[in-house]
């Protein structure tokens, strides 16, 4: 249990040269931009069109979804059970939006460090069976503290910056042609499709599953960033809670939807889940209310790191 706290009491520390590292478990996402959203030659995924987006700064993103013993070693009450076959190294499932923040202020906490939401009217406990609180208020990209990424964030480091196809069978992409049906002439005469080289999603995500099940994170392939189970295994709550409309007015740099004082908050997720059969890396998936629990959900955290 000792060794699994360790991650999360170290604080960031100074690498020669004197720029801030990332806390152990997290990778660094550069500042850099990049097109949020399914590009156009996606079909039939998103009502949202692809925009510009630039993320402004560097920020450290947790290499893993959160797993069920990261979430005991900080926090009392364990929201769901444990899936079947699953052990510490799950990823934690059937967390609210609302807990997913209260665990992000807690690390914030044990590393004496501001929290990033600020929680008021609450009642009950973050994995218990009624937690609620009946105001949240976000402190802002500035906070130095644990948070959700917001939804520019987890897009910008789950593509690793690229807009590039990633995958031969991503969803909403063409297929890629089946060269087995192709004559040996037609064969030697047509150039190799490039989307035939690339993996098939299969290596990088948990997925197709047929329920929720889900897999000890970090066993497959990491995208170019080293970052796991972007795609598939549990979808991922972002910071992001304005409304759906939001989403096509939003600024170019660091973008952020809010819901507006007295709004009811709408909460978002990424990355798809266990058991949808395919993945994609520009969809955006709704929930209107914290509750009840969706055991397809779980979560990650970031942290933003200092300006040099
Ligand atoms: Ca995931």
């Not at 893993?64 to 009392?76: C, H, N, Q, S």
């Not at 807990?99 to 973050?126: D, F, H, I, T, W």
């Not at 690339?198 to 948990?206: E, G, H, K, M, R």
């Amino acid at each position: 249990m000792i060794a699994m706290m360790l991650p999360l009491l170290v604080g960031l520390s100074a690498v020669p040269g004197g720029e801030a590292a990332c806390p152990e478990g997290f990778v660094r996402a550069p500042a850099g931009a990049y097109t949020r959203g399914n590009p156009a030659e996606e079909q039939g995924l998103s009502e949202w069109a692809p925009r510009p987006a630039r993320v402004s700064y560097d920020f450290c993103v947790k290499a893993t979804e959160v797993t069920y013993g990261e979430w005991r070693a900080a926090m009392r009450l364990v929201p769901t059970e444990m899936p079947q076959g699953c052990d510490d190294r799950c990823p934690i499932s059937g967390v609210t939006w609302l807990e997913a923040v209260a665990y992000a202020n807690r690390l914030s906490e044990r590393e004496g460090l501001p929290a990033c939401y600020a929680l008021k009217g609450c009642q009950g406990l973050p994995g218990g069976p009624a937690y609620s609180c009946e105001e949240v208020a976000f402190a802002g990209l500035s906070c130095p503290g644990y948070r959700l990424p917001t939804d520019t964030e987890w897009e910008y480091a789950a593509r690793a910056g690229s807009n590039e196809r990633q995958f031969r069978d991503e969803a909403g992409w063409p297929a890629p042609p089946d060269d087995k049906k192709k004559t040996e002439k037609a064969k030697k005469d047509d150039p190799p499709d490039p989307v035939q080289g690339l993996p098939s999603v299969d290596t990088a995500a948990w997925h197709h599953t047929g329920g929720a099940r889900y897999r000890a994170v970090g066993s497959l392939a990491p995208n170019a960033w080293g970052l796991y189970d972007v795609l598939g295994n549990v979808g991922e709550w972002v910071t992001d809670d304005g409304d759906r409309a939001c989403f096509t007015e939003t600024p170019e740099d660091d973008p952020l939807c809010l819901a507006a004082p007295g709004e009811r908050p709408r909460h978002y997720f990424r990355g798809g889940y266990s058991f949808e059969p395919s993945l994609s890396f520009g969809r955006r998936y709704d929930w209107r209310a914290s509750e009840p629990r969706d055991d397809r959900i779980g979560f990650r955290v970031v942290r933003r790191l200092p300006a040099p």
